[in-house]
C-alpha cells in the first residue's frame, strides 16, 4: 500500500512524479477538476481527482453507464464514490464529495489509472481505479490499513448512480425516464437492466467481492429526500435500506462492513462491468436477466492478485507504447511533455475525437471528420493498425462529391450533419493523415482497401479514390479569385461568412443566408497547397505520372492565386467575404491579421523564396504573439458583426475571437522550423505547453499535464487563463511540430529524415525511434550552435550521404550520429 508523499518540488496543486509517469494532485480543490481518462479500447471512464465523472461503452451519448451532470453546484459531484464511517466520523476515499476533509489527500493519475490515497483518524486507504486491458469494465480496488493501536469497525459504503443509457434522454426526458428503471440483486451483484425488456440486448453491473451488508438501489432511499452526496442519509445512519428501484433514480451502493485489527489491511475489489448477450439468451428465466456474462467477467477478477496482474499488464502496455518515441534533450520539461503526457494525450484524443471530456457532454460532437483525421498526425506512430481502420472509418462516410459529413457517431460510424455540413477544408485532412500513416508505416494498401461513399457497404472505389475526390472537391469549388470556397466555414468553425444571422436562436453553424459561391478562404487555399503537394508525391510513389501532372498543375494554379490575391503587403489575408471584400487585411478596423492564413500558407512553402513567408511570420510575432501563446486574430472584434459570424459573438479576447486559440500554434512552430527558426520554435512551443506552465497554475487553471482548447488573450479579462482541457487538436499537432519539426525526426516513404531545428544552445539530443520494425538510437549534435541546416549522417559508424535513413538498408537496430553542419 502507497503512503501519500511530500515531495519538495510541489508546487500549489501537485507535481509530476516522471519515474512512476504520474502527475500528484495534492488537493481535492485544484481550480476545475483535473482529470483522468481510463480505458483506451471501448469502454472509458472520465475520473477527476475526486474521483467524479462517468463511464461509457463505446459511445458516450448512446451507451452511457453512470450519470453526470454536467454544470452542476458544486461541480464534480457525480462519480464512483466510496463512503467511510467509523467512530462517527464520515469521509470520503477520495476527497470529496462528503465535506469533511481527510488529514492526508493525493490523487495520482498515472497512464490510463487513477490512485487515491488518503489517511484519517488512523485508517489509511488506497483506492486504484482502471480499465483493465481488453474489458468492457472499470476495476476499484480500495485497501483500507488500519494504521493505529486500536481495534477498528469501518462501515464502508460504494456509490454509483446509473445513467439510463441515452445520456441525451437521460437528461431531458423525465416524463419517461422516472419510470423506465429497472434493477435486479443478486449475490450483493447490483444489476441495472433499465429498456433490457424491450430492445436493449446489454446491461451494466457494480459487484464486490465480499459479503454485503446491506445494499440501495434506489437513489432518494439511499441519500435521504433532499439530501445530496456530501451528506447520504444511509452513510450517516450507518446502514443500507436494501431498497429495490422501480424508476426514479437508479444507483447501485453496497453496505460492507470492514474490521481490522491493529496493522492489518484488507483488499476490496469493486467491478463495474457492460454485458453485451445474444438476443436469443437473454433470459436465464422470465424476468431474470442472463447473468453468465457478468459473473464470467467478474470471477475474472475475483481478488486481489488478478487485479495486481491486470495494473501490471497496463503499465508495460503504456511502457510499451511510450518506447517508440522517446526523447533526451537538455530541457527536462520538453521531455516531459514529449516522452510522457502529450503521447498520452494523444491517445486520448485520437479515441474519444471531441466527444466526451468535462467540457464536451458527450452528446454533441461525435468523432469529428477534421478532428479525427488530424488526431492521427499524433499517433501513427504508437498504434498504426488503430489509425489504419480510423481512416477508413472516416473515409466511408465521405460523399461521392467528395466533400465530408463532419461528424459521425462511434456506435453506427455513419456521418450526420448535426452541427452542420459543407465545412470546405475537411476533405483534405484526409490526405494528410493518410499520406503520415503511409510514411510511418510504409503500408500502401491501405490506399486499395475498398470503401464505399456515404455509409453504402457495397461500394467498390478504393480509399485512393477517396483522396482524389478530396481533391477534386477543392478543384471543383473555386471563388472568384480562384481561391477555395470557404463553404460553411473552413477550419475556424466560427468565421461564418455566409451566415448572416440576427436571431439568437440560430446555429452559426447550420444557418445559411449568403449565397455560397462567393466567400474564400485563404486557410483552404494553403492547405490545399500542402496536402495538395503530398497528394502529387503520393502519385508519383504510385506511378500515376498523368494524375500527379494534373494534381501538379492545380497546386501550382492555387500557389500562383495565393501569391496575386493573397497577399496583404505584411502578411496572408485571411478570406474574402460574401460581398468580396477582405477579411484579415490592413484595410479592416478589427480583425487585420488572422494566424490560419499565416500557418498554412507558410507550411505549404508559399512565400519562402521571396521573403514574404518570412515577413508573414514576423508580423505573428509582432502583432499575436503573447507571454502566454499566439492568439487568433488581432485586433480582437469588438462588435458583432453577421457577415463574420460567431466569431464576433465571443467576447475580446476568447475562443476564435482573438483567444489563444492553442490548435493552431503549433503550425506557427512548424513554419518557424520550416524557416529554420528553431529558437522561436522552441519559444512557442513552451509558451503553451502544460509542463512549462505549472507555475502558473491558479492563473492557467486547467490540468497541467495536458493542453487546452484555449488560452484567453490580451484583450480577455483574464489574460493566460485556459478553459476546455483534454480534447483539442493541440496534442496531436503539438506532437508533430515538435518531433517532426523540432527535433526534426520525420517519416518518409523511404525511411525516417532527419531535419533538426532546434535551440541554438542545444548541445545535442538523444531519440529513440521505433520505425516500423527497426529500432533506431539517433544522436543529433550541433556542435557549432547552428541549431539547423545541414547534417551530416553517419549511421553505426559509417558516413551517409544526404540525411535520409533508409529503411530497406537500415531495418534492423541501428545508431544514427547526425551532426549539424554549415
Ligand atoms: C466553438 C468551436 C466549435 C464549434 C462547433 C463553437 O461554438 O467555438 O470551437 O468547434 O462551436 O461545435
Ligand atoms: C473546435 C473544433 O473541434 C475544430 O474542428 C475547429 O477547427 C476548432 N474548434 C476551431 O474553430
Redesign the pocket.
Known amino acids: 500500500m502507497i503512503e501519500p508523499s511530500t515531495d519538495t518540488l510541489n508546487t500549489e496543486f501537485g507535481y509530476f512524479d516522471d519515474q512512476q509517469k504520474e502527475y500528484v494532485i495534492s488537493t481535492p480543490f485544484t481550480p476545475t477538476p483535473w482529470i483522468n481518462y481510463l480505458g483506451n479500447d471501448g469502454f472509458y471512464g472520465l475520473i477527476s481527482n475526486t474521483a467524479g465523472g462517468y463511464s461509457f461503452y463505446q459511445d458516450p451519448k448512446f451507451r452511457r453507464l453512470t450519470r453526470y451532470r454536467y454544470n452542476s453546484v458544486p461541480v464534480d459531484t457525480s462519480g464512483r464514490y466510496f463512503y467511510l464511517k467509523c467512530d462517527d466520523e464520515i469521509w470520503s476515499a477520495s476527497g470529496r464529495p462528503v465535506a469533511n476533509q481527510p488529514e492526508k489527500y493525493q490523487c495520482r493519475h498515472g497512464m490510463g489509472y487513477s490512485r487515491f490515497l488518503v489517511n484519517h483518524q488512523g485508517i489509511n486507504s488506497e483506492l486504484t481505479c482502471f480499465v483493465p486491458l481488453g474489458e468492457k469494465a472499470e476495476v476499484h480496488r480500495l485497501t483500507l490499513k488500519n494504521a493505529g493501536a486500536r481495534h477498528r469497525k469501518i462501515s464502508l459504503f460504494s456509490y454509483i448512480e446509473w445513467c439510463l443509457w441515452n445520456a441525451e434522454d437521460d437528461g431531458t426526458n423525465f416524463q419517461r425516464n422516472l419510470s423506465t428503471g429497472e434493477v435486479e440483486v443478486e449475490d450483493g451483484v447490483i444489476y441495472h437492466k433499465t429498456e433490457y425488456r424491450e430492445r436493449r440486448d446489454h446491461y451494466a453491473f457494480y459487484s464486490v467481492n465480499q459479503p454485503i451488508s446491506g445494499f440501495d438501489t434506489d437513489r432518494d432511499s439511499f441519500l435521504g429526500p433532499y439530501r445530496g452526496v456530501e451528506k447520504p442519509l444511509c452513510v450517516e445512519q450507518g446502514q443500507s435500506t436494501n431498497s429495490h428501484a422501480h424508476g426514479w433514480s437508479p444507483i447501485a451502493s453496497h453496505h460492507v462492513e470492514v474490521e481490522l485489527a491493529p496493522g492489518e489491511e484488507q483488499t476490496l475489489v469493486f467491478v463495474l462491468g457492460y454485458c453485451e448477450v445474444e438476443k436469443s439468451q437473454k433470459w436465464q428465466s422470465p424476468g431474470v436477466i442472463n447473468k453468465t456474462p457478468a459473473q464470467e467477467l467478474i470471477k475474472r477478477y475475483a481478488d486481489n492478485h488478478s487485479v495486481q496482474q491486470a495494473l501490471d499488464n497496463l503499465a508495460t502496455h503504456w511502457d510499451k507504447l511510450l518506447s517508440k518515441f522517446q526523447i533526451n534533450s537538455p530541457d527536462r520539461k520538453f521531455n516531459r511533455s514529449l516522452n510522457i503526457w502529450n503521447q498520452y494525450q494523444n491517445m486520448v484524443t485520437f479515441n474519444l475525437s471531441?466527444s466526451a471530456s468535462f467540457y464536451e457532454s458527450g452528446i454533441?460532437?461525435g468523432m469529428?471528420f477534421r478532428d479525427s483525421n488530424q488526431d492521427t498526425i499524433g499517433f501513427a506512430h504508437m498504434v498504426p493498425d488503430k489509425v489504419k481502420e480510423r481512416i477508413l472509418d472516416l473515409s466511408a462516410t465521405q460523399k461521392s462529391d467528395g466533400s465530408a459529413y463532419h461528424q459521425y457517431q462511434p456506435l453506427t460510424k455513419k456521418g450526420n450533419a448535426n452541427?452542420?455540413g459543407n465545412f470546405n477544408d475537411d476533405p483534405m485532412w484526409m490526405v494528410l493523415s493518410t499520406v503520415n500513416y503511409i510514411k510511418e508505416t510504409g503500408d500502401f494498401s491501405i490506399l486499395t482497401e475498398k470503401v464505399g461513399f456515404d455509409g453504402d457497404e457495397s461500394g467498390e472505389p478504393d480509399h485512393f479514390e477517396h483522396l482524389k475526390r478530396a481533391f477534386e472537391h477543392v478543384v471543383k469549388n473555386l471563388g472568384p479569385h480562384g481561391l477555395p470556397l470557404i463553404g460553411r466555414a473552413d477550419w475556424n468553425?466560427?468565421l461564418n461568412l455566409n451566415c448572416f444571422s440576427e436571431d439568437p436562436n440560430e446555429s452559426?453553424?447550420t444557418t445559411q443566408r449568403g449565397k455560397s459561391d462567393i466567400a474564400e478562404s485563404l486557410m483552404i487555399a494553403g492547405q490545399f497547397v500542402l496536402y495538395g503537394q503530398d497528394f502529387v508525391q503520393l502519385c508519383l510513389q504510385l506511378g500515376k505520372a498523368e494524375l500527379a501532372h494534373y494534381a501538379q498543375k492545380q497546386v501550382d494554379a492555387m500557389r500562383d492565386a495565393v501569391l496575386k490575391h493573397g497577399w496583404d503587403g505584411e502578411w496572408f489575408l485571411r478570406a474574402y467575404n460574401a460581398k468580396g471584400e477582405k477579411i484579415g487585411s490592413h484595410e479592416n478596423k478589427e480583425g487585420q491579421i488572422f494566424i490560419e492564413s499565416q500557418g498554412f500558407c507558410v507550411m505549404a512553402g508559399i512565400g519562402m523564396q521571396d521573403g514574404k513567408a518570412r515577413r508573414a511570420l514576423d508580423s505573428v510575432a509582432k502583432r499575436l504573439a503573447t507571454p502566454h501563446g499566439i492568439m487568433l486574430n488581432q485586433p480582437a472584434f469588438n462588435e458583432y458583426d453577421k457577415y463574420l459570424g460567431?466569431i464576433s459573438s465571443?467576447p475580446p479576447g476568447y475562443?476564435?475571437n482573438a483567444g489563444i486559440?492553442c490548435h493552431n500554434n503549433p503550425w506557427i512552430m512548424v513554419a518557424e522550423a520550416m524557416l529554420g527558426r528553431g529558437d522561436k520554435a522552441l519559444e512557442y512551443f513552451a509558451s503553451i505547453s502544460p509542463a512549462y506552465l505549472q507555475d502558473v497554475k491558479s492563473l492557467h487553471k486547467t490540468e497541467p499535464y495536458v493542453y487546452s482548447?484555449?488560452i484567453a488573450g490580451s484583450d480577455a479579462a483574464t489574460p493566460g487563463q485556459a478553459k476546455?482541457s483534454w480534447l483539442t487538436g493541440t496534442a496531436a499537432w503539438c506532437y508533430y511540430a515538435a518531433s517532426q519539426f523540432i527535433l526534426g525526426i520525420k517519416p518518409d516513404y523511404a525511411g525516417l529524415t532527419i531535419v533538426p531545428c532546434i535551440p541554438a544552445d542545444w548541445p545535442s539530443f538523444a531519440v529513440s525511434r521505433r520505425f516500423r520494425d527497426a529500432h533506431y538510437s539517433i544522436e543529433v549534435r550541433n556542435p557549432d550552435g547552428l541549431g539547423s541546416g545541414k547534417v551530416q549522417l553517419e549511421i553505426d559508424g559509417k558516413n551517409v550521404q544526404g540525411n535520409l535513413i533508409d529503411y530497406s538498408q537500415f531495418n534492423g537496430e541501428h545508431h544514427v550520429i547526425a551532426t549539424i553542419v554549415s
Do not use: P
Request: contains cysteine; proline residues 0%; charged residues 35%.
Open positions: 471531441r454533441g460532437r469529428g452541427i452542420g468553425d466560427c452559426y453553424q460567431e465571443y475562443k476564435e486559440f482548447q484555449m476546455n
